[in-house]
């Protein structure tokens, strides 16, 4: 067997202390590892032989557990899928995930996407439930295509530290969490998409968002978020039209309609 | 939350956008020409005059110029935010009735040829 | 252990400065500028028309300078920059499916471009520039 080429990595790391710190400040590192090495193994051999004070969070090393989530020379990266050699003879700036609170070093509060992504109700909605004797809710291979790219999300939270509109407005519902109301809007066993309209067709919704862009830039499962985003202005624009200019008009989204049915408080 | 108007002017705006993106380019084009000194035949009194005096002519170019306006401005409104300018609502009356003015200026325009 | 996060604001006045992403979106945004002020130009245009023959030419008269030359330059960049990202872009706003796929995105955006591109014909054919 050969021996992997050994190159030499220096990494600069934000670090903070909830303890004792009112400010984050940068930690140099500099070591040696093998050229295939990712950021993640570099930041764990920094725990296990330089500094074990260091804080990250990391689970599955193949990108689908969406922890590792860090900010790497300014962009939204996952580090188990960030090559080191890709770096090589550059300092590695390694931050945490823009937008977020820093709880410890590299490691992020995610409560306020976790808040967010339980309003979209990211789950199959259905109006009538059949018993589970009667089998399951079929569909074609078309109606999955529908949405399933959009179902690839791992809740990394890279386009959140991509989309500018999420920092400067925090309240934006955000990037992945309309993206998921998106995903089971299209699909076709659901019939909650009125529901979601509440979270969706706010100004926290779909109306912060400018189409940057850099949400479906960063994702690393290939999901599209700014192109889930616009059609959602579609069709809550559509849903405006038919509520407000058609008389008796009853959009998939009513307010109103389902307000007098009850449904609604 | 209530639900937003939002769409009363995003609405706008995206058909505005599609607009200035296919006919903007080719009429900055035309007036360039003219303002390099080869004014394009149809750019004589008489041809626009007659464009402009047709119903239809009338139609393409109120369309044309009131769409691109509110866009622009719409996305202008957006751009002071990025900006920092964060008097969202003052910014956006400005803007919104400035669009409004000058489309109801070439409206006025357009009924007097 | 306590918690105490640390919120690190974003500046809202140079953010775009951050990453060339950003200063790409800021260059499609501020296309506006230009385009608005074109409009103004027609505007100003439409009624040198209703104000009959001579002010009509002094108005074309009034484009030949460099100011005019210059501001054209720049409002025909803005023009074609926001069309170019505005197809580019429209794949993501009304994706196509045929069957169970998709329609791919540069099929999309290239039947804009051939559109705009024969419209763009059209209208200097109209405009009896050929």
Known sequence: ?265 | MAKSHKPVVWFPFAAGGTVIAFFIPVIVLLTFMAALGHVPAGLSYEKMHAFAGSGLGKLIIFGVVALSLWSSAHRLRCTFYDFGVRADTLVATILYIAAIAASLLSAAYLLQI | MSRNPLVRPVPPTSWFFRHPRYLRYMSREITCIFIGAYCVLLVVGLQRLAAGPVAWESFLLGLRSADSIVFHILALAAAVYHAATWFNATHKAMPVQIGEDFVPPNVISGAHYVVWVVLSVAVLFLAGVF
């Open chain 1, 1 to 265: 067997m050969t021996q992997l080429k050994q190159i030499r990595v220096q990494l600069e790391v934000l670090r903070y202390n909830p303890d004792t710190d009112t400010e984050a400040h940068f930690q140099h590192y500099d070591l040696t590892c093998p050229e295939e090495w990712v950021v993640l193994d570099a930041l764990n051999k920094v725990k296990a032989d330089i500094d074990p004070t260091l804080n990250f969070r990391w689970s599955c090393h193949m990108a689908v557990c969406g922890s590792c989530g860090m900010m790497i020379n300014g962009e939204p990266k996952l580090s188990c899928h960030s090559f080191v050699r890709d770096y090589e003879g550059t300092v590695i700036r390694v931050e945490p995930l823009a937008h977020f609170p820093i709880e410890r070093d590299l490691v992020t509060a995610p409560d306020d996407f976790m808040e967010k992504l339980k309003r979209v109700k990211p789950y199959i909605i259905r109006k009538d439930k059949k018993p589970i004797s009667e089998g399951e809710y079929k569909q074609t291979p078309a109606q999955l295509m529908k949405f399933r790219q959009y179902s690839m999300c791992i809740n990394c939270m890279l386009c959140y530290a991509a989309c500018p509109e999420y920092g400067l407005t925090p309240d934006f519902i955000g990037p992945a969490a309309l993206t998921m109301a998106h995903r089971y809007n299209q699909d076709s066993r659901d019939c909650g998409r009125a529901e979601r309209q509440e979270v969706v067709a706010t100004h926290e919704g779909v109306w912060e968002c400018t189409f940057v862009g850099a949400c479906s830039e960063v994702c690393p499962a290939h999901v599209d978020p700014a192109s889930a985003l616009q059609q959602m202005k579609i069709t809550s624009s559509i849903d405006w039209i038919v509520e407000h200019l058609i008389p008796g008009g009853k959009s998939a989204g009513d307010t109103v309609s389902r307000e007098k049915a009850g449904d609604i408080k």
